[in-house]
């Protein structure tokens, strides 16, 4: 798809107006088979590219890459965002740069401390490359680094590879800004949302935001035992929403604008605090929590594998709030 055409499909009715089955990837086969990426690379906006992961679970058939795997090409070198789920995703993204530019890899940065984000940390180290997170993120990987890479041995079998888990070597708290070839990118962890660390790159200039696992599209979120739904709205409302990026590249689903991001994350997760919150106002348990009413997300990805474990999981947040 060329860049323009892909511009105007972020920015028309296309992208909001079709139901997320229609185009998201959770039954979808391998969209390139000849490479370890689940899709290849395509150019978002001029300079930046992402590798869009299946909406689904990690699974041997889509060798763990089921998150967006970005990079931004300046005349002093690549960023990447995400150095995949192995060793063996990190090389094939390596080699689509490659095929794109002549310029190194001169940082890499991990959007949280989630399998997926750092499993590939190994390769680019082993490449001398730096590797950047937030500090949260980096203390996630070093408490539980060990049952990260073996719950992706676990799927990926063979297609582990020689992975290892390689902490950042980098590390920030509130912010991080570099400036290559001309090109501002603000590194930003804008407060607590999906995950410990969860980073978002932004190019004020080109207006796009790449928000890591604070936005999700076509698929539903998981809500984890330690997310904070509460401070994942507040996060958004007031840190994400006044930057009004024009374009996003999400943690989960195809690119888009902030309007589609902003109804599959912060309006499910305000539907579902609300049902949650109207159920435990009626004298409802947890057993009951589990059963709420959902279905006007029944459309995303993994709907099946969430959608009652996150009802469960704000029922115990919300009891004690």
């Keep these: 798809m060329k860049v323009t055409a892909l511009k105007a499909l972020l920015l028309s009715g296309f992208a909001l107006g079709l139901p997320a089955a229609a185009y998201s990837s959770e039954d979808i086969a391998d969209q390139y088979p000849q490479s370890e990426l689940y899709a290849k690379p395509v150019e978002v906006i001029p300079h930046v590219f992402s590798a869009i992961g299946a909406t689904a679970p990690p699974t041997y058939e889509n060798a763990g890459h089921n998150n967006n795997l970005s990079f931004i090409v300046t005349g002093e070198g690549v960023l990447v965002i995400n150095s995949g789920a192995s060793n063996a995703l990190a090389s094939a993204l390596h080699a689509e740069i490659k095929a794109v530019t002549d310029q190194p890899v001169v940082l890499v940065i991990n959007e949280n401390g989630q399998g997926h984000a750092v499993l590939g940390n190994g390769y680019w180290r082993d490449h001398g490359v730096d590797i950047l997170g937030h500090a949260d993120a980096i203390a996630e990987t070093q408490k539980n680094g060990d049952f990260i890479l073996q719950r992706m041995r676990a ?167």
Excluded at 245 to 251: D, L, N, S
Excluded at 257 to 266: A, E, G, I, S, W
Excluded at 291 to 302: F, H
Aim: glycine share 8%.
């Design 155 to 321: 799927y990926n079998k063979d297609r582990a590879g020689d992975s290892r888990m390689e902490h950042a070597n980098l590390s920030f708290d509130d912010r991080y800004d570099l400036n290559l070839g001309g090109v501002e990118i603000q590194v930003l962890h804008l407060g607590p949302a999906h995950d410990p660390g969860d980073v978002q790159v932004w190019i004020p200039e080109w207006k796009i935001m790449i928000a890591g696992d604070i936005a999700f599209h076509e698929r539903m979120l998981p809500i984890f035992p330690h997310t904070c739904t509460s401070c994942w709205i507040e996060t958004w409302v007031e840190k994400l929403e006044p930057m009004a990026p024009t374009y996003v590249i999400p943690g989960h689903g195809h690119p888009t604008n902030l309007d589609q991001v902003r109804r599959y994350t912060l309006d499910y997760l305000t539907d579902l605090r609300s049902k949650i919150g109207a159920h435990i106002e009626d004298g409802g348990d947890l057993a009951g929590a589990y059963y709420v009413d959902q279905e006007q997300w029944r459309s995303l990805d993994t709907f099946e594998e969430l959608a009652t474990k996150n009802a469960g999981r704000v029922y115990e947040e919300m009891e004690w709030e």
